[in-house]
């Protein structure tokens, strides 16, 4: 059995681990600190129950071993690496985006808007943003899905990204009170917040929350333009220690928590952790139409 000669948030390394940390900073000094821990987690199996690296740990862990001396990572950079799938290709030059990330806090700003990510480098940029600053990292998606930026006099503040809602919602189910057939032919009516970010120099008041409501208000136009159909009601989940201030400051409704079940557990195998339910309708007939009882159609939700 191999020695394990450190430990960090649950992970245990063995010294052929450090070795092979210390080779790859040492072997790719140009990638970005989250490409080399994203590669690293591969290589040694640091990965979650869905398989997907833990990027953000191992950055953190990184820089502790950084501190220590034992290794030198290459500096944050303002400039993001394009990369294929979220992962580096360590064998073709890496594309740049060329506007350089001013940094600097923000603390004030005017109206805010919600631009829509399109194929290139905007999606690059929203991808190296979830990379880099957000908890759970750049989510692989399938299925209809609008990602935006929020942006406020022409810089960047935030993320968000809207997909495909959750199949089996206890609470949810609950309290639109549908039959399972009326689900399975409306379920694509709910869609689900998955990302949500708040890029790391932005300090203004109720920023989240204005967000939020900005993005209700103009989700079911842009939804209808790119997939032909509007959406009436949205979801999301909030995973401790965070208490979902900014949704209730938005008019999100409070449903429960989840079982702490991965989306495709069938047999309660994996425990996860339980996260708050929140809901928002975009429209007042919102359950009748998920019933089947009237049409969906577009409307102003401040109607």
Same mark, same amino acid.
């Given at each position: 059995? +191999? ?39 591969? @290589?040694?199996?640091? /990965?979650? %129950? ?5 990027? /953000?740990?191992?950055? &953190? ?61 905007? *999606? ?16 692989? /998606? ?13 810089? $960047? ?16 189910? +609950? ?13 694509? *009516?709910?869609?689900? &917040? ?19 409501? @900005? ?6 136009? $842009?939804? *209808?333009?790119?997939?032909?159909? %509007?959406?009436?009601? *949205? ?33 309660? +195998? ?14 007042? &007939? ?11 159609? %577009? /409307? &102003?939700?401040?109607?």
């Amino acid at each position: 059995m +191999e020695e394990t000669i450190r430990e960090y948030s649950g992970r245990k390394f063995s010294v052929e681990d450090i070795s092979l940390i210390i080779t790859m900073t040492q072997t790719y000094p140009k990638l970005s600190q989250l490409e080399i821990a994203s590669t690293i987690c591969e @290589l040694i199996g640091w /990965v979650t %129950a869905n398989g997907k690296p833990k990027g /953000v740990q191992c950055v &953190n862990f990184l820089r502790i071993l950084e501190q220590e001396g034992l290794i030198k990572l290459p500096k944050v950079m303002s400039k993001y690496a394009t990369r294929k799938h979220g992962r580096p290709n360590l064998g073709i030059k890496q594309s740049t985006i060329i506007n350089t990330i001013d940094t600097s806090e923000i603390t004030t700003c005017g109206a805010l808007e919600l631009e829509i990510v399109r194929p290139g480098k905007e *999606l690059s940029q929203w991808r190296s943003y979830m990379s880099n600053y957000h908890k759970l990292g750049d989510p692989q /998606v399938c299925g209809s899905q609008l990602r935006y930026i929020i942006k406020s006099e022409g810089r $960047d503040l935030g993320c968000l990204l809207f997909s495909a809602s959750s199949w089996a919602l206890a609470p949810r189910e +609950e309290w639109i009170g549908w039959t399972a057939e009326e689900k399975a032919k409306r379920l694509h *009516l709910i869609v689900n &917040n998955s990302r949500f970010l708040v890029l790391p120099y932005v300090r203004i008041k109720n920023f989240a929350s204005r967000a939020l409501s @900005l993005a209700a208000r103009q989700l079911q136009r $842009d939804w *209808l333009n790119e997939y032909c159909y %509007a959406p009436v009601l *949205l979801e999301t989940f909030v995973e401790p220690p965070y208490r979902g201030i900014s949704y209730k400051a938005a008019n999100w409704i409070y449903l429960g928590e989840t079982q702490g079940r991965g989306r495709n557990d069938r047999h309660t +195998e994996r425990a996860l952790t339980r996260k708050a339910i929140y809901v928002y309708p975009l429209q007042r &007939n919102y359950r009748a139409v998920l019933k089947g009882e009237e049409p969906w159609k %577009a /409307v &102003n939700p401040d109607e």
